[in-house]
Every structure is written in C-alpha cells, then in structure tokens.
T-cell receptor
Framework: AQSVTQLDSQVPVFEEAPVELRCNYS??????LFWYVQYPNQGLQLLLK??????LVKGINGFEAEFNKSQTSFHLRKPSVHISDTAEYFC???????????FGAGTTVTVRA | DGGITQSPKYLFRKEGQNVTLSCEQN?????MYWYRQDPGQGLRLIYY???????QKGDIAEGYSVSREKKESFPLTVTSAQKNPTAFYLC?????????????FGPGTRLTVT
C-alpha cells in the first residue's frame, strides 16, 4: 500500500497570494493520486486527480497539481487564494491494482484578509 | 440527487454502549468504506466492502463491526471494546467497474462518547 506524506501541517496565507501544499508518496510502478478538500464538519470533496497522461492536472476552484515521478511528489498549487479556500486539504494515493486509498495527515490552510 | 447519506450528523453516547452509524448511497457503487478521522492523523480505514455480504478489515478494525446486506447500505457499529471511540467518522463509496476508483464521501458523523 502507498504511504503519503504531507510536508506542512499548517499553511497561513494572505488573500490573493499564491499557495503550495506539498505531498510525497512512496514509489510505485503505477500510482493514482488525489487531492481532497474538507471544510469544517463536512465530508471530503475531490479537487483533482492524476491517473495518467499530462503531469499537470487542473481541478476545481482554480487549483492545479503537478505529478513528478522522479521526486515522487504531487504538490497542489493555487495562484491566488480567497478567504473561502480556508479548509483542510488531504493528499491521497493508491496503487494501480489496489482499490484502497492511503491518506496524508492533512494540511490546514488559513487564508487571512 | 445521487450521493451518500450519513446519519445522524452528531451522536452522543455513554461509555460502554454500542452505537451504530448509518451510511446509505444511491450511486450504485459496488464498494463502500468506513474511515475514522482524528485531528492531525488524516483518515484511517476501518472496514471496506467490495460486494454485498462480504467485507474486509482495514487498518484499525478492532472494536468495530460492519454488515453489508444491501448494496446501498453499509452500517458501522462502534462497540464498547473500542477504547477511544470519540472521533469523526466518514463513509465513502466507489465504482469498481470504472478504472478511476475515485471515492465519494458522505458528510460524516461526529461521535462523542463520555
């Protein structure tokens, strides 16, 4: 099974500034990668996913992520954040032949005016 | 609207009591999952089921039990044997036929045991 590490537990950022959330996964021949967002006391919503093909993946709400196989990373970025982006973000990974997801510990993003 | 329903949203129980959390989906998904979420620990898999009448233990199954009598339903029972049951519980489902295996999550149930 995959092991996922989110390198930052908390990321404070000012409104309209860029943000990057870092995620590393354990090496695998075939891996599927996901970023989810969780607003307080709610379930998880999928932001974007990498299955194959282009290494730059665009998701909802202006987020994008880049798959880097050599560095086993899948960092999430947004060029300009809004107050409404304040939430917890989870990186998740699965091996191509496994239906179980492994989650990172989460990164809390707090956007300040 | 298709989706996953978890009820209730908040649940309070006394220590020593068993409690069952409900999870229903109308997405026609084959697989269903239960996760436990604690602050700073991400999501940990409790149980999962790929088909009706079959389920497997996840990483932290001790003190929990499940059933899968219908495709749409996957209730989780937190037993008195679970030492630290207070947590946020999330149910998810996915389509095994599709190669995507994307999991869809319910809104969660926050269980507090005192």
């Amino acid at each position: 099974a995959q092991s996922v590490t989110q390198l930052d537990s908390q990321v404070p950022v000012f409104e309209e500034a860029p943000v990057e959330l870092r995620c590393n996964y354990s090496s695998s021949v075939s891996v599927y990668l996901f970023w989810y967002v969780q607003y307080p006391n709610q379930g998880l919503q999928l932001l974007l996913k990498y299955l194959s093909g282009s290494t730059l993946v665009k998701g909802i709400n202006g987020f994008e992520a880049e798959f880097n196989k050599s560095q086993t990373s899948f960092h999430l970025r947004k060029p300009s954040v809004h107050i409404s982006d304040t939430a917890e973000y989870f990186c998740a990974a699965k091996d191509g032949d496994d239906y179980k997801l492994s989650f990172g510990a989460g990164t809390t993003v707090t956007v300040r005016a | 609207d298709g989706g996953i329903t978890q009820s209730p949203k908040y649940l309070f129980r006394k220590e020593g009591q068993n409690v069952t959390l409900s999870c229903e989906q109308n997405l026609n998904h084959d697989a269903m999952y239960w996760y436990r979420q604690d602050p700073g620990q991400g999501l940990r898999l409790i149980y999962y089921s790929q088909i009706v009448n079959d389920f497997q233990k996840g990483d932290i199954a001790e003190g929990y039990s499940v059933s899968r009598e219908k495709k749409e339903s996957f209730p989780l029972t937190v037993t008195s044997a679970q030492k630290n049951p207070t947590a946020f519980y999330l149910c998810a489902s996915s389509n095994l036929v599709s190669a995507l295996y994307e999991q869809y999550f319910g809104p969660g149930t926050r269980l507090t045991v005192t």
